[in-house]
T-cell receptor, first 111, second 115 residues
């Protein structure tokens, strides 16, 4: 699986949009971008995934650059419950199912 | 989303004893489950891949005789930490992929403390 680079930490004011960047410059054509988050002392939670088009669900939006070398996860209206470590992972859609976690971004929502 | 449940959520055991952790997929069948370990302030590290009806596949550096994995049914995988030592104290997490999708679902984790 391709490696990803994320900032170690970020702060965001409550109610504002939280934009979490991820670089994956060595991503292959058949690899998807996945985002998970881990709230303290819990198992990771799936957020969203995408290949090349922007994606949106009830939790977040995923913006992938045209060259697919980077992406941004957007939490449109951050709440205190969004404080967590966010992991960006790239992997093939089919086949190898294991997820390789990097160090992630520790997002802190400020009241 | 699909539900993966782990039990117990927290366990304290004496050094030298064994501890079993269960991972269940509650509303789907999982032919493959994964076991991770997470030390404080670190990321998740994959320990092994659990395959229903066959032997688990262990990652490099993980002792298969110490971390016994059994995947006897399509909804249950167990991890047994044998002859536990204080350095085995960690947060253990399992995951499984829903056959209808590609996202993985994780259990709530088990915090093991060996005293």
């Amino acid at each position: 699986d391709a490696k990803t680079t994320q900032p170690p930490s970020m702060d965001c004011a409550e109610g504002r949009a939280a934009n979490l960047p991820c670089n994956h410059s060595t991503i292959s054509g058949n690899e998807y971008v996945y985002w998970y988050r881990q709230i303290h002392s819990q198992g990771p939670q799936y957020i969203i995934h995408g290949l090349k088009n922007n994606e949106t669900n009830e939790m977040a939006s995923l913006i992938i650059t045209e060259d697919r070398k980077s992406s941004t996860l957007i939490l449109p209206h951050a709440t205190l419950r969004d404080t967590a470590v966010y992991y960006c992972i790239v992997r093939v859609y089919f086949g190898n199912e294991k997820l390789t976690f990097g160090t992630g971004t520790r997002l802190t929502i400020i009241p | 989303g699909a539900v993966v449940s782990q039990h117990p959520s927290r366990v304290i055991c004496k050094s030298g004893t064994s501890v079993k952790i269960e991972c269940r997929s509650l509303d789907f069948q999982a032919t493959t489950m994964f076991w991770y370990r997470q030390f404080p302030k670190q990321s998740l590290m994959l320990m092994a891949t659990s395959n229903e009806g066959s032997k688990a596949t262990y990652e490099q550096g993980v002792e298969k005789d110490k971390f016994l994995i059994n995947h006897a049914s399509l909804t249950l995988s167990t991890l047994t930490v044998t002859s536990a030592h204080p350095e085995d104290s960690s947060f253990y997490i399992c995951s499984a992929r829903h056959p209808g999708g590609q996202e993985a679902f994780f259990g709530q984790g088990t915090r093991l403390t060996v005293v």
